[in-house]
């Protein structure tokens, strides 16, 4: 067995899927692109002719608050491949 693999092995469950490319990491990466679909949904939504100053307000304040989910996920996906 290859020595990293042999190393995963003696790993418990929950560790070995915090591996690059593991479970967890890919879901991880779903979690960065569904914040990336509110974002761009919610731009969509701003651009729109009919929407009122507070529907505005109201959407930049969720696409901030996705944009430090987003920023959290990285984070936490960095000390993985480190």
Do not use: W
């Not at 509110?38 to 505005?56: K, S, V």
């Amino acid at each position: 067995m290859p020595e990293n693999c042999s190393k995963n092995a003696e790993k418990p469950q929950n560790e070995r899927r915090i591996i690059p490319g593991g479970y967890f990491c890919n879901a991880k990466f779903d979690e960065i692109a569904m914040y990336n679909a509110d974002i761009l949904r919610a731009l969509d939504a701003i651009t729109g002719a009919n929407t009122n100053r507070e529907e505005i307000y109201r959407l930049v304040a969720r696409i901030y608050d996705q944009v430090h989910k987003s920023n959290k996920v990285l984070s936490e996906l960095r000390m993985i491949y480190k």
